[in-house]
């Protein structure tokens, strides 16, 4: 079964076209990273598959669902009450970790459950107690976002997310503002994650964390997917512009 579908996805800014006839499925359990040079278009595509960024052309679809359908003239909308159970199908994990500063990590992570999917107070709690724990962060739930390192900041953002039970999770480079170090943290965590299947769109620089953690890879270079197929593109890509990126990259 498909989570996400997005057929011809244009996207411009003025005249600059930035996204080019995108297709993409991602099927429930899935793994799939997104490669590419800065300024490829990567965070765009994530920006319109989470509505954050409105497309000029193409369709977008979750579940049975239309978020975006493709009138051959534009993309067509769906109504406000159809985007908001659109929403409930995805969480997304930015790369700034985007907490609410004068909020505790445990607010942080309550706050949505109970405002958007009136969930009661003692169940929303007990959900985020439970991902504080698998996220290792049990005993600072009463901190701030700036009383923790960047590990833990992206690890109560992780928890947020799916504190909504989201059917796919987006990353938006979720390492790019952290040190080696930390960024060990934040792919143990989605590694574990992988391991439960939990369905999951990646975008990231980490070349050998996308080859072993995915199940499909697709490299994005000017607005167009050049390559896709199996982890093994990573190190066996058949494309010229994969080559290049790969040989500079490694």
């Given at each position: 079964?498909?989570?996400?579908?997005?057929?011809?996805?244009r996207k411009?800014?003025?005249?600059r076209?930035?996204?080019?006839?995108?297709?993409l499925?991602?099927?429930?359990?899935?793994v799939?990273?997104?490669?590419?040079p800065?300024?490829?278009?990567?965070?765009t595509?994530?920006?319109?598959?989470?509505?954050?960024?409105?497309?000029?052309?193409?369709?977008?679809?979750?579940?049975?669902?239309?978020?975006?359908?493709d009138?051959?003239?534009g993309?067509?909308?769906?109504?406000?009450?159809?985007l908001k159970?659109?929403?409930s199908c995805?969480?997304?994990?930015?790369?700034?970790?985007?907490?609410?500063?004068?909020?505790?990590?445990?607010k942080?992570?309550?706050?949505a459950?109970?405002?958007?999917?009136?969930?009661?107070?003692e169940?929303?709690l007990?959900?985020?107690?439970e991902?504080?724990?698998?996220?290792?962060?049990?005993?600072?739930?009463?901190?701030y976002?700036?009383?923790?390192?960047g590990?833990q900041?992206?690890?109560?953002?992780?928890?947020?997310a799916?504190?909504?039970s989201?059917?796919i999770?987006?990353?938006d480079?979720?390492?790019?503002?952290l040190?080696?170090?930390?960024?060990?943290?934040?792919?143990?965590v989605?590694?574990?994650?992988?391991?439960?299947?939990?369905?999951?769109?990646?975008?990231?620089?980490?070349?050998?964390f996308?080859r072993?953690?995915?199940?499909?890879?697709?490299?994005?270079d000017?607005?167009?997917?050049?390559?896709?197929?199996?982890?093994?593109?990573?190190?066996n890509?058949?494309?010229?512009?994969?080559?290049?990126?790969?040989?500079?990259?490694?």
């Amino acid at each position: 079964m498909n989570i996400l579908e997005i057929e011809h996805l244009r996207k411009q800014f003025g005249d600059r076209e930035v996204l080019s006839d995108i297709s993409l499925s991602v099927r429930e359990g899935q793994v799939v990273s997104i490669i590419g040079p800065s300024g490829s278009g990567k965070s765009t595509l994530l920006r319109c598959a989470t509505l954050l960024e409105t497309m000029d052309g193409g369709s977008l679809k979750y579940l049975d669902r239309y978020a975006v359908r493709d009138t051959g003239s534009g993309a067509e909308y769906a109504s406000q009450a159809e985007l908001k159970a659109v929403r409930s199908c995805f969480g997304l994990v930015f790369q700034n970790f985007n907490l609410f500063p004068h909020y505790t990590v445990l607010k942080n992570i309550v706050e949505a459950p109970i405002l958007i999917q009136k969930r009661s107070k003692e169940e929303a709690l007990q959900t985020a107690r439970e991902l504080l724990a698998k996220m290792g962060l049990s005993d600072r739930e009463d901190a701030y976002p700036y009383q923790l390192s960047g590990g833990q900041q992206q690890r109560v953002s992780i928890a947020r997310a799916l504190a909504m039970s989201p059917k796919i999770l987006f990353f938006d480079e979720p390492t790019s503002a952290l040190d080696p170090e930390l960024t060990g943290e934040i792919l143990k965590v989605i590694r574990a994650l992988a391991a439960e299947h939990m369905t999951m769109v990646i975008v990231t620089h980490e070349m050998a964390f996308a080859r072993d953690v995915s199940d499909h890879v697709i490299f994005m270079d000017g607005g167009h997917i050049v390559e896709e197929g199996e982890p093994d593109i990573i190190t066996n890509p058949r494309h010229e512009r994969t080559i290049q990126f790969l040989n500079r990259f490694n």
